[in-house]
Structures are given as structure tokens and as C-alpha cells.
T-cell receptor, first 115, second 116 residues
Framework: DSGVTQTPKHLITATGQRVTLRCSPRSGDLSVYWYQQSLDQGLQFLIQYYNGEERAKGNILERFSAQQFPDLHSELNLSSLELGDSALYFC??????????????FGPGTRLTVL | AQKVTQAQTEISVVEKEDVTLDCVYETRDTTYYLFWYKQPPSGELVFLIRRNSFDEQNEISGRYSWNFQKSTSSFNFTITASQVVDSAVYFCALWDNAGNNRKLIWGLGTSLAVNP
């Protein structure tokens, strides 16, 4: 158990809908990262937050947004969902984001299925 | 550009065999960090090792060992006397220190099947 929690574990929804994925980092970790893992694209970095502020951005679509709250938990919002958004979404956390190169600890993931 | 290549897509071995997973990276940075992660069938990504570019010593942790060679830009991972529980997808990753958009660059992974 990495100490990172994600809810829900599974999510099934329809195209055009909006969902919110939630992540709680390990105790003491200030950095949160979001990743998407799909069969055809592998593991893709989406976005990073450090102590409430956006720190780095990857291949995140405009339909997706995220935020990190004062209690350090983070939410990833996915809207206008398409079939291609079906994937495993991971959250990870690390101890600090100054250099950002510390090891990241991953949650169990949320499996999103868009029908 | 920063890049990580794991040329082996799938490897299948019989239990107790030794197996090496290859990782080749490209970077312009003189200071960089490399990682290995394991993703067992349960799906969760598990951190295995982090190495920085200043430390070229090989590392051993039980049946796992890592060979870091800057001259060939490789960071290979060897499992000695493999076990069925080692069956997983293994990812190599490079920390991209470029500019303000620092992030991990991931290889596509190597799927290892250890058969009894």
C-alpha cells in the first residue's frame, strides 16, 4: 500500500458526461501528479500540482482540468467525455516539488469506462 | 528531446531463469534521474529504484539488480532466479528537467511473464 488513495475505483459513464476523480496523497507529500494509462498510448503525464499550485503540464486535454485543495487532496475533472477517454487514471504523490525528481508513489487508479 | 526506449515489448521466461530488461534513454541534461516501476496484474504502479546521473554504481536489492552505464545511455534491470510473482509490466522513466515543465518521461514498458 503506497498510502495514496483514489476514488472511485471504477467509473462507468456515457459520452458527453462529466466526472470527477479524487486523490489523497501520502501524508506529508505536497506534490500530486495525474496520469492517464491507455492501451494504445501507454502512460501519459497529465498535470502536476505542488502545494495547491499548478507546477507542470503534460498532454492534458482542454476538456480536462484539475485542482489541489488546501488539505492537499486533488481532483481531476473530465468533461464532454468521449469513448477515447476510457482509460486507467492514476494519481501519484511525492515528497516535494522543488526539483520534482523524487520518486512518485502511485495510487491504485480509477478505471474509467465511457460507453 | 528526452526519450526512453524499452525495446522489449514482451518477454517470457521459465521460473528460476535470469532475465534482463533493457532501458535506453536520451537526454541533453548533465544531471538527470532514472527510475524503474513495476505494474503487477493488480494494476498499481510500484516504485523500484531511483538513480541520479552522478552515481554509476550498480545497485542490488535481493534478486533485483540495476546496471547503469552512461557510456551507452542505458539503465538495465536484471531479475535473478525469476519467480512467478515477478510477472508484471516494468517501466523505465527519465526525469525531464527541461525548463519549467518538469516531468517524468516514460518508456512503453516491458511485459514480463514468468511461467512455472
Amino acid at each position: 500500500d503506497s498510502g495514496v488513495t483514489q476514488t472511485p475505483k471504477h467509473l462507468i459513464t456515457a459520452t458527453g458526461q462529466r466526472v470527477t476523480l479524487r486523490c489523497s496523497p501520502r501524508s506529508g507529500d505536497l506534490s500530486v501528479y495525474w496520469y492517464q494509462q491507455s492501451l494504445d498510448q501507454g502512460l501519459q503525464f497529465l498535470i502536476q500540482y505542488y502545494n495547491g499550485e499548478e507546477r507542470a503540464k503534460g498532454n492534458i486535454l482542454e476538456r480536462f482540468s484539475a485542482q489541489q485543495f488546501p488539505d492537499l487532496h486533488s481532483e481531476l475533472n473530465l468533461s464532454s467525455l468521449e469513448l477515447g477517454d476510457s482509460a486507467l487514471y492514476f494519481c501519484a504523490s511525492s515528497t516535494w516539488g522543488g526539483q520534482g525528481n523524487n520518486e512518485q508513489f502511485f495510487g491504485p487508479g480509477t478505471r474509467l469506462t465511457v460507453l | 528531446a528526452q526519450k526512453v526506449t524499452q525495446a522489449q515489448t514482451e518477454i517470457s521466461v521459465v521460473e528460476k531463469e535470469d532475465v534482463t530488461l533493457d532501458c535506453v534513454y536520451e537526454t541533453r541534461d548533465t544531471t538527470y534521474y532514472l527510475f524503474w516501476y513495476k505494474q503487477p496484474p493488480s494494476g498499481e504502479l510500484v516504485f523500484l529504484i531511483r538513480r541520479n546521473s552522478f552515481d554509476e554504481q550498480n545497485e542490488i536489492s535481493g534478486r533485483y539488480s540495476w546496471n547503469f552505464q552512461k557510456s551507452t545511455s542505458s539503465f538495465n534491470f536484471t531479475i535473478t532466479a525469476s519467480q512467478v510473482v515477478d510477472s508484471a509490466v516494468y517501466f523505465c522513466a527519465l526525469w525531464d528537467n527541461a525548463g519549467n515543465n518538469r516531468k517524468l518521461i516514460w518508456g512503453l514498458g516491458t511485459s514480463l511473464a514468468v511461467n512455472p
